[in-house]
């Protein structure tokens, strides 16, 4: 059934678009669940605009959603056929009803799953919104991963979202001399997971263009994702460069042509060589590529790293004292843990941070019993299973499901998320921390130099360098992987004369003053010494 006819405020408001009528017919959950986030309709333009070039005959959506992107095409004379799959089917009555209306169209639309159709199909015009699904979320059938990666040349990362995969098959299936024009999230630019996206389009030389959307704004409603358009084309002439427009805050392209003539977009022509020697295409879009300091190394010479423990299941595992005794679990059996990073406010997390939080009755205490159980920690093993936590992402993977992934404690933690800036936590309290910090290890840094490290990484002249391996997300959030932190460019302290290094240490040490801030012009000064530091 139309969800728009049992949409009684869609019924007595014409104006309402069918995406509006949709999204408050549908609960956001089920959205979210399914990926469901639609196209703001400049975006769509510049995509239709693209494909246009080609005069395609028929246009083909892999995702077909209420029908924005396929409706838009007719609308500006792009197709006459328009064919596609929705695994959705409310969503895709929606469109139905809506192309039902236009004039001089043929439409095919499927209830199915794209990833799950033959490859043999060809087709010359490809337009998509693929869903937005995390890899937790998505349980993609082996078979369907198997074969993507064998078509594709690419060992894919089990982190991938599910849009990697559909970017992937759409690009096997255009047609030569076809063009595709897909929607999907800007973080794959920067994020791991996205390197093998990167080589795919690279080695088969599909990737024409890329229109990347300022993080200032968010692109879809109800997701902090921000937005790229991959104009890929299947021409007889390899693409050995790449357009990019980077679309600035202050822009507002309605099409590809103001794309191509409005000043305040970043136009640049990248060369595959180029794209192949940097791993965040984002970085090296919006700003200039950091250069190499002589005298200065790379972090990862200094440090290990590993992200926080992941439990699948934080309500289930993490608790406070109080809640500990009602279930008559002994904390002293307990892993004593940081689970979110505003438990952590200072750069320093001493014992006396963690005695205030259990004093106040945070969740503290991470469930991680030993072999020797106890009474008490069977009944409430014996309560995780019967509410299914078993069978959650990530107690499902491990051999004893309630067992915490082995961490031990890190010296340093450091944010996953940050606005401004990334935070360094100097960890005095020697606790374990979860995945909202991630954990750098020294490889041979003595306790002086290891607090000198972290203020040292918390002044603003580094917060510069570490901006150079960030992800920026909606609304400028950044983000940053365990492995990124390696490649952050620092100066080599353990040049640095012992002074130095010692003022270092102390000044992570002073208390904070009543403004609760430490004194940054003495650390700034202290780390143009380090930076003024002679080479070897």
């Not at 790379?298 to 608790?319: D, H, S």
């Not at 409430?380 to 959650?392: N, R, S, T, W």
Request: glycine content about 6%; aromatic content about 8%.
């Amino acid at each position: 059934m139309n969800p728009l006819a049992e949409n009684s405020e869609s019924q007595t408001d014409a104006r309402l678009s069918p995406e509006i009528s949709y999204v408050r017919s549908v609960s956001l959950a089920r959205r979210k669940k399914l990926g469901q986030f639609f196209t703001p309709l400049a975006y769509a333009n510049i995509m239709a605009d693209w494909i246009a070039c080609i005069s395609p005959e028929s246009v083909f959506d892999p995702a077909i959603g209420t029908g924005l992107l396929i409706d838009n095409c007719n609308k500006r004379g792009v197709g006459r056929k328009f064919s596609g799959y929705d695994i959705d089917r409310a969503p895709m009555e929606v469109a139905k009803a809506r192309m039902a209306a236009a004039a001089d169209c043929q439409v095919d639309f499927r209830e199915g799953d794209f990833l799950a159709t033959d490859w043999g199909t060809r087709f010359d015009a490809i337009i998509a919104n693929p869903p937005f699904i995390m890899h937790r979320d998505h349980d993609l059938n082996s078979r369907i991963v198997d074969d993507i990666e064998r078509r594709s040349g690419q060992k894919l990362s089990r982190q991938s979202n599910l849009y990697i995969y559909f970017v992937i098959k759409i690009c096997e299936q255009l047609a030569q001399g076809g063009r595709a024009a897909i929607l999907i999230p800007a973080e794959w630019m920067g994020a791991n997971y996205g390197q093998p996206l990167k080589a795919y389009l690279l080695q088969r030389e599909l990737l024409s263009g890329l229109v990347t959307i300022d993080h200032s704004g968010h692109a879809f409603e109800d997701n902090m994702a921000t937005a790229s358009i991959l104009l890929i084309e299947k021409a007889a002439k390899p693409h050995r460069t790449v357009d990019s427009f980077y679309v600035r805050q202050a822009a507002e392209p309605i099409s590809l042509a103001a794309l191509e003539q409005d000043a305040k977009v970043i136009r640049r022509t990248l060369s595959r060589e180029v794209l192949q020697l940097h791993k965040k295409w984002d970085m090296l879009l919006r700003q200039p590529v950091a250069r190499h300091v002589e005298g200065h190394i790379r972090l990862g010479e200094l440090v290990t790293t590993k992200r926080g423990i992941a439990t699948g299941a934080n309500r289930y595992f993490l608790m406070s004292r109080q809640q500990a005794e009602d279930h008559g679990l002994d904390i002293a059996r307990m892993t004593r843990c940081v689970g979110k990073t505003a438990q952590a406010a200072d750069i320093v997390f001493s014992q006396a941070d963690f005695e205030r939080l259990d004093d106040i009755g945070q969740a503290c205490f991470l469930f991680n019993p030993p072999t020797n159980l106890t009474p008490a920690e069977i009944a409430y093993i014996a309560q995780g299973e019967a509410a299914g936590i078993p069978l959650k992402h990530g107690p499902r993977t491990k051999r004893i499901w309630y067992a915490a992934e082995a961490r031990p404690a890190a010296p340093i933690w450091t944010s996953t998320f940050g606005r401004g800036q990334m935070r360094f936590i100097y960890n005095g309290a020697g606790v374990k921390a979860l995945t909202c910090f991630h954990n750098l290890y020294a490889k041979a840094l003595d306790p002086v130099e290891i607090r000198a490290l972290v203020a040292l990484l918390n002044s603003e002249a580094m917060q510069e360098a570490i901006n150079a391996h960030v992800r920026v997300l909606a609304s400028g959030l950044m983000k940053l992987e365990p492995r990124d932190i390696l490649d952050i460019n620092i100066p080599d302290i353990r040049l640095a004369p012992r002074n130095i290094i010692v003022r270092l240490a102390d000044w992570l040490d002073d208390i904070p003053s009543d403004e609760g801030e430490r004194d940054k012009a003495a650390l700034e000064r202290l780390t143009a010494l380090v930076f003024q530091l002679p080479s070897n």
